[in-house]
């Protein structure tokens, strides 16, 4: 499989502040990744599907403003989550779209990234 | 839109024994179905996958088996063992969708020694 890393892995910080997640496909190239919030005990929610060299497209209800992406390069995405409140608190987990030897294209996902904001 | 229905919520099961989930699917263009295994705090791992042009694919203690009719698809463990105690996920994507995938809700297995 592939490996994708995600850092940081945890972080907390105060309301109001910016917080930026850096999303690495670290052996394969990848012009798409997406972007999952997940609750305790629940589903991965997706937030938004980075193209490399484009805009992000968001899901219905994400403020695009609020959870800005970037995907700068084919191996990198970075979510920054902007004026961040209690609320924005969550466990963030990026994926790559990869295609291993032609065969599907799959998500492999990072490690996640636990947010608190106090 | 698409719409992935995942039971049981939860699955306990003895060590040794068989464990199954299925999943519904809504759209019938859908195609490739995944499924992923979530430790606690970790990342989503692929543990097996299925494409609608087969019918069952089975990797070791694993297999999926796909109804493309009933819209439906299910994940079998053998054998199971504690160390398959874990979070569930199906979940389903269509060629024209850029790979994004529609999840089901998971379910919980725990394997009790």
């Known amino acids: 499989g592939a490996v994708v890393s995600q850092h940081p892995s945890r972080v907390i910080c105060k309301s109001g502040t910016s917080v930026k997640i850096e999303c690495r496909s670290l052996d394969f190239q990848a012009t798409t990744m997406f972007w999952y919030r997940q609750f305790p005990k629940q589903s991965l929610m997706l937030m938004a599907t980075?193209?490399?060299?484009?805009?992000?497209?968001?899901e219905q209800g994400v403020e695009k403003d609020k959870f800005l992406i970037n995907h700068a390069s084919l191996t990198l995405s970075t979510l920054t989550v902007t004026s961040a409140h209690p609320e924005d608190s969550s466990f963030y987990i990026c994926s790559a779209l990869i295609r291993i030897r032609g065969y599907t294209d799959t998500q492999y996902f990072g490690p996640g990234t636990r947010l608190t904001v106090l | 839109g698409e719409n992935v229905e995942q039971h049981p919520s939860t699955l306990s099961v003895q060590e040794g024994d068989s464990a199954v989930i299925k999943c519904t699917y809504s759209d019938s263009a859908s195609n490739y179905f995944p499924w992923y295994k979530q430790e606690l705090g970790k990342r989503p791992q692929l543990i097996i996958d299925?494409?609608?042009?087969?019918g069952e694919k089975k990797d070791q203690r694993i297999a999926v088996t796909l109804n493309k009719t009933a819209k439906h698809f299910s994940l079998h463990i053998t054998e199971t063992q504690p160390e398959d105690s874990a979070v569930y996920f199906c979940?389903?994507?269509?060629?024209?969708?850029?790979?994004?995938?529609?999840f089901g809700q998971g379910t919980e297995l725990s394997v009790k020694p």
């Open positions: 299925i494409r609608s042009n087969v």
């Open positions: 979940a389903a994507s269509k060629d024209n969708q850029g790979g994004k995938l529609i």
């Open positions: 980075s193209n490399e060299g484009s805009k992000a497209t968001y």
